[in-house]
């Protein structure tokens, strides 16, 4: 069945950097789009990017600059690799696939930027 995995979570300080992994199974992953979400406390998902299985990434507008989406097909596995964290950067963070129409989730990572 369709696993994602993510891991890499954790405590950073502001500032600091993270870099999460999506490890994902039970499908052809190089045939899919990954897409990285955050939640955070009490807030709406919120869309961090995408990575098709060429490498061409999307970033929506907001999120363009400290963070940077890569894959290795090989590994099956994507990148959410994040710099220059700042408190309001405290979520979960997921990864997700669509597959036939139905949407896929990861259990998701904690992320808390605290000094």
């Known amino acids: 069945q369709v696993q994602l995995v993510e891991s890499g979570g954790g405590l950073v300080q502001p500032g600091g950097s993270l870099n999460l992994s999506c490890v994902a199974s039970?499908?052809?992953?190089?045939?899919?789009?990954i897409h990285w979400y955050r939640q955070a406390p009490g807030k709406e998902r919120e869309v961090l990017g995408n990575i098709a299985s060429g490498g061409h990434v999307y970033y929506p507008r907001s999120m363009k600059g400290r963070f940077t989406i890569s894959r290795d097909n090989a590994k099956s596995t994507a990148y959410l690799q994040m710099n220059s964290l700042q408190p309001e950067d405290t979520a979960v963070y997921y990864c997700k696939i669509t597959r036939l129409g139905v949407d896929y989730w990861g259990q998701g990572t904690q992320v808390t930027v605290s000094s």
């Open positions: 039970g499908f052809n992953f190089n045939g899919y789009i």
